[in-house]
């Protein structure tokens, strides 16, 4: 939901209606930063919240945008009053660390000094790869629906996030895409004269936004597009992807990253899109190629990098299509003839997909070596090479599923009778989902960071 057309609240005794049996002027004590019980309406439930910004409607009542502690930010919210709980209010600390809280009736203003009885420790953060996750320990993680009941889950990465308020804010209240009309997540930096629209009108084929249902369907009848620009480099099924470069196609590739950074909180946009290059996944029908989703990687990666974002629209999520993006940079890799990775740290939605195709990929190629080669060994390396998945994505996948284990002085792959059978039978299942068709790709790398030879006489 988009910020409520109200004015900002003003240090002033105006009368207030009594929201909840609560005195009005309680409420101007909760300001940017304090935390509380707020009632999710969606779930039903009260949960800590961030208030995040306020503002009071035309006919007097406040409003507040939280922030659900330990949720993904796609769903913070504007909430009324009365769906504050203030006896748990919680103020922001002054001169503490970002995060830390005080009761309103337990602060001391004469208190200056914290505690010191000791140094504190600093707890070191690790990444996903180093990370052994325990059996005891594994919890599931939730299926997330797709744009109406996301997961609550929180997004594993924080880069990107800005401190501004404005910017934590969703800002656009709905965009009507092709068929589709869905409801954004997060903020994205649209021209402000779009964004107080009740819905944005984006062209399925060309992106361009525009303010109205009458200007969208003159702009139709110009576009001369039926796909995305650039090259068709993959058909199968009515699936096609597209090869888009950042710098030739420089208003599509804008256009695209607008739109993804609706529903992507961990990416920060960027204007200048000439180093990347975008693969348009669409459907295709008698009218043309309807985006699905996308992904997109750097020309020339110095980490290793295939993937840069990735994102699949919540119309077309939970059918198959994250794990068609993700196989289908793996095949790319392959063709390169290196190992790739995706960019650190994945969202939540990113790093479920990714732990799907990983294991996957590895029992398949670890099941077709036993069957190729019964009485050898396969190593973490003979692994990553065959599948062109990175060796620290490979262990760390291991260690996930609780196969990689340390045995007389070395890691050994150990997999149980049980697993095996419930792998094969994953695996037996997936051969009826869409895959990717290696012989339908067509398609070269370009090595864009070395100049062409010049040719001597």
Known sequence: MTEPKSEIIEEENNEIPKANGVAPNLYEKVIEGCRLNVK??????????????????????????????????????????????????????????????????????????????????????????EIKVEPSDQTAIPTVNSGSAPSLRGSMSMVGHSEDAMTRIRNVECIELGRSRIQPWYFSPYPQQ????????????CLKYLKSKTCLRRHMEKCALCHPPGN???????????????RKN????????????????????????????????????E??????????????????????????????????????????????????????????????????????????????????FKRRHPNEDITVQDISMSTSIKREDVVSTLQQLDLYKYYKGQYVIVISDEKRQVYEKRIEASKKKTRINPAALQWRPKEYGKKRAQPTF
């Open 250 to 285: 420089k208003s599509y590739a804008q256009n695209l990253c607008l739109l993804a950074k609706l529903f992507l909180d961990h990416k920060t946009l960027y204007y200048d899109t000439d180093p990347f290059l975008f693969y348009v996944l669409t459907e295709e029908d």
């Open 40 to 129: 999710m309406a969606s779930q039903n439930e009260w949960r800590q919240a961030e208030i995040i910004s306020r503002c009071r409607a035309p006919n007097g009542s406040m409003k507040f945008y939280v922030h659900y502690v330990d949720c993904n930010r796609r769903l913070d919210e504007w909430v009324q009053a009365d769906m504050l709980d203030i006896s748990t209010l919680l103020m922001p600390q002054k001169g503490g660390k970002k995060g830390a809280h005080l009761k309103e009736e337990s602060r001391d203003p004469n208190e200056t000094e914290g505690k010191k009885t000791g140094r504190k420790r600093k707890i070191p953060l690790l990444p996903m790869d």
């Open 287 to 368: 009218k043309g190629h309807h985006i699905v989703g996308y992904f997109s990687k750097e020309k020339e990666s110095a980490d290793e990098y295939n993937v840069a974002c990735i994102l699949v629209l919540p119309p077309f999520q939970k059918k198959g299509y994250g794990s068609l993006l993700i196989e289908f940079s793996y095949e790319l890799s392959k063709i390169e003839q290196k190992t790739g990775s995706p960019e650190k740290p994945l969202s939540d939605l990113g790093l479920l997909s990714y732990r799907s195709y990983w294991s996957m990929a590895i029992m398949k190629e670890l099941f077709a």
């Open 232 to 246: 068709q480099i993959y058909c199968q099924d009515k699936l096609s992807f597209f090869e888009i470069d950042g």
């Open 194 to 205: 779009l964004t107080s629209l009740d819905c944005i009108y984006i062209c399925e084929f």
